[in-house]
């Protein structure tokens, strides 16, 4: 599915401003997060920003980039302003085919949102936005917390506070449109590494790279640290594959040389 990610405001339109903060450098902050977030630990879909710089594009621009896309969801991210404390989302209010879906799709999120960052819940809302209004797929626009409530501010000041709220964007997406979490072995990758000694002594490692280097094995050191104790290690290959691994050690031992695998993940 494709998602398309809208940070508010950009360029010359900095949004609201107060607290020493500017509207169009979080809403970025957060929808540069969301789209880590969503890349990092899920799967099946893709996503399109309306800017990923401090650019400007008016509303119509952002909307043309969902439509000639054909995004199935918008979203659209905005601070708050004008007294009052807390998160609100909001709907397009005209009546539309499919907003059933769209308000269905657009509680999950809020709650997500509302879950993660313990802001006081405003409600779910409808109004007669551009965002929502001319987007030809369902479009949600959050409003996360008021940049001109010192207490709100203070929040969005936050690095951590930031990662929350695109964290609960993110979980009710994914909730919302039941995308997989990205299983931990697509995340890391597992090495075979075949160690050919092991020394406490720094001179033992040069003899015995220098005895490999003559029976033709190349080999580089790896600095081991166990227990307080430095080792080093004289590892003669890493293999994606364990069987390419044990033939390795097959060949060293046929050398003479005492060799092992040590099983490497990252
Ligand atoms: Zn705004």
């Keep these: 599915m494709k998602i398309f990610i809208d940070p508010g405001h950009g360029g010359t339109d900095p949004g609201a401003s107060a607290n020493g903060l ?3 450098n979080i809403t970025l902050q957060i929808a540069l997060k969301l789209r880590d977030i969503l890349q990092k630990e899920y799967e099946g879909h893709t996503i399109q920003m309306s800017r990923t710089t401090d650019q400007t594009i008016s509303l119509i621009e952002r909307t043309n980039l969902a439509n000639n896309w054909l995004a199935d969801y ?17 709907t397009y209010n005209g009546n539309y085919k499919g907003k059933e879906q769209t308000n269905r799709l657009r509680r999950t999120l809020h709650n997500q949102i509302v879950k993660q960052t313990d802001f006081y819940n405003r409600g779910k809302k409808e109004a007669n936005f551009h965002m929502v209004r001319e987007s030809a797929m369902p479009a949600v626009l959050t409003e996360n917390g008021f940049i001109d409530r010192n207490e709100d501010a203070q929040l969005l ?16 997406l ?7 979490k990205k299983s931990a072995s697509n995340n890391t990758a597992t090495y075979y590494r075949v160690v050919a000694g092991s020394f406490k002594e720094r001179k033992f490692v040069d003899e015995r790279v220098n005895r490999l280097k003559e029976k033709g094995f190349q080999s580089f050191i790896d600095i081991f640290k ?35 695998i040590d099983v490497v993940k990252h």
């Design 157 to 172: 000041k936050q690095d951590s506070f930031l990662e929350k709220i695109a964290r609960g964007h993110a979980l009710g």
């Design 74 to 90: 918008l979203i659209s991210i905005h601070i708050n302003a004008g007294g009052g404390t807390g998160f609100e989302s909001y």
């Design 174 to 180: 994914a909730e919302a449109f039941n995308l997989p």
């Design 226 to 260: 166990k227990g307080g104790s430095t080792y080093y290690r004289v590892v003669v290959g890493s293999f994606k594959e364990r069987e390419n691994a044990d033939k390795q050690v097959a060949l060293l031992k046929k050398e003479g040389f005492d060799a092992f």
């Design 22 to 24: 500017q509207e169009k």
